[in-house]
């Protein structure tokens, strides 16, 4: 069974732009969370999608949006970036969702804001 | 708010002595605690995890044990091996939600 893919894996912005990753779980999984992991602040959770609604939501700016699809792979958007928003991006698939079970996280996305 | 903090940040050992890693929740509503763990370059992995109508889980080297009414929760890891070496995260979800604590850098040396 294939794993979580996250791409890019690395990209640089420029602060004012805008970035979109994207995350494919693992087959059969509804839920997909997204993270955000710097050195400082651990894992932060952004937000998790299921069957294409938003279930839940961390305490993050509107700048950051997501989506779901039909076939439950995620996107996560970025719009006016700032320096702060530099960090390595994680994705988590799961069966039920968050705070229910096992998350399989992918290797993430490297954003770097100049 | 939701918040865990995790202690210590850092944590070294010599191989083949336990480690403990101990975390507080503040949302009373939390009911899963996992633990994960992410070594140097490599995404988070499950270890172990409880949930709150349990006091007490183990397996094989490592054990978690949950304190409801104090809100804590701990990670014990023995006679600890150098591929213990890794950051470790406790977590916390209330509903439909997962707040992550800071990490421990766990060291062991040989």
């Known amino acids: 069974k294939a794993g979580v893919t996250q791409t890019p894996r690395y990209l640089i912005k420029t602060r004012g732009q805008q970035v979109t990753l994207s995350c494919s779980p693992i087959?059969?999984?509804?839920?997909v969370s997204w993270y955000q992991q710097t050195p400082g602040q651990g894992l932060q959770f952004l937000f998790e999608?299921?069957?294409?609604?938003?279930?839940n939501k961390g305490n993050f700016p509107g700048r950051f949006s997501g989506r779901q699809f039909s076939n439950s792979r995620s996107e996560m958007n970025v719009s006016t970036l700032e320096l702060g928003d530099s960090a390595l991006y994680l994705c988590?698939?799961?069966?039920?969702?968050?705070?229910?079970?096992?998350?399989?996280f992918g290797e993430g996305s490297r954003l770097t804001v100049l | 708010g939701e918040n865990v903090e995790q202690h210590p940040s850092t944590l070294s050992v010599q191989e083949g002595d336990s480690a403990v890693i101990k975390c507080t929740y503040s949302?009373?509503?939390?009911?899963?605690f996992p633990w994960y763990k992410q070594e140097l370059g490599k995404r988070p992995q499950l270890i172990i995890d409880?949930?709150?109508?349990?006091g007490e889980k183990k397996d094989q080297r490592i054990a978690v044990t949950l304190n409801k009414t104090a809100k804590h929760f701990s990670l014990h890891i023995t006679e600890t091996q150098p591929e213990d070496s890794a950051v470790y995260f406790c977590?916390?979800?209330?509903?439909?939600?997962?707040?992550f604590g800071t990490g421990t850098r766990l060291q062991v040396f040989p």
């Open positions: 988590a698939s799961s069966v039920t969702g968050v705070g229910t079970g096992e998350l399989f």
């Open positions: 087959s059969g999984h509804r839920s």
């Open positions: 999608y299921f069957s294409e609604t938003q279930r």
């Open positions: 949302d009373s509503a939390s009911n899963y």
């Open positions: 409880i949930r709150s109508n349990v």
């Open positions: 977590a916390a979800s209330p509903t439909d939600k997962l707040i």
